[in-house]
T-cell receptor, first 116, second 114 residues
Framework: DADVTQTPRNRITKTGKRIMLECSQT?????MYWYRQDPGLGLRLIYY???????NKGEISDGYSVSRQAQAKFSLSLESAIPNQTALYFC???????????????FGAGSRLTVL | QQQVKQSPQSLIVQKGGIPIINCAYE??????FPWYQQFPGKGPALLIA?????SEKKEGRFTISFNKSAKQFSLHIMDSQPGDSATYFC?????????????FGTGTRLTIIP
């Protein structure tokens, strides 16, 4: 099983619909992140969380919200999806106390979202 | 404002050649420079990373060259293979701040042809 699991892997929805992307991890990491990938723009940070009670906005948080339900679960919501939110979304984790160091991100396989 | 500029956007190299991907940064406080490799349908994964106290780091066929004065760093892949075909992202951060300050480049889609 993957260390970081994202569901759904693919989703097509319509403008105005509410969408939730879910992420769960088995690595035991406290830190979790949501990134968005667009062609030619690289990876941009949407939200991040250092523990269950800690939620922080990233570079492009407008139009998104998150929930950290447990140490292992971090979900991303689009309250009213719009076409320019069509993108590939990645969840990631990191462990500042681990042997690999604080700056190593472990990514999920991604959720491809299309908003029509 | 893009703090890490990556080029080229795409690159096609014949098997055995040495693809070179370049990145330039603006913030002189950056002190950690990782490269992530992403295969189709997968998430990025850390490939190799360097800190500015060294000018070069090698791991297998992958080498990072770092030029602090020019604020540039590059990835070289020796004896490239079709299995190296992937998208490569450079990144930069200030290590004391962690991943929330990690800035990615725009990515390079590398294709190695047999």
């Amino acid at each position: 099983d993957a260390d970081v699991t994202q569901t759904p892997r693919n989703r097509i929805t319509k403008t105005g619909k509410r969408i939730m992307l879910e992420c769960s991890q088995t690595k035991g990491h406290d830190r979790m992140y949501w990134y968005r990938q667009d062609p030619g723009l690289g990876l941009r940070l949407i939200y991040y969380s250092f523990d269950v009670k800690d939620i922080n906005k990233g570079e492009i948080s407008d139009g998104y919200s998150v929930s950290r339900q447990a140490q292992a679960k971090f979900s991303l919501s689009l309250e009213s999806a719009i076409p320019n939110q069509t993108a590939l979304y990645f969840c990631a984790t990191s462990d500042p106390g681990g042997s690999s160091g604080a700056n190593v991100l472990t990514f999920g396989a991604g959720s491809r979202l299309t908003v029509l | 404002q893009q703090q890490v500029k990556q080029s080229p956007q795409s690159l096609i190299v014949q098997k055995g050649g040495i693809p070179i991907i370049n990145c330039a940064y603006e913030n002189t406080a950056f002190d950690y420079f990782p490269w992530y490799q992403q295969f189709p349908g997968k998430g990025p994964a850390l490939l190799i990373a360097i800190r500015p106290d060294v000018s070069e780091k090698k791991e297998g066929r992958f080498t990072i060259s770092f030029n602090k004065s020019a604020k540039q760093f590059s990835l070289h892949i020796m004896d490239s293979q079709p299995g190296d075909s992937a998208t490569y992202f450079c990144a930069a951060s200030i290590s004391n701040f962690g991943n929330e300050k990690l800035t990615f480049g725009t990515g390079t889609r590398l294709t190695i042809i047999p």
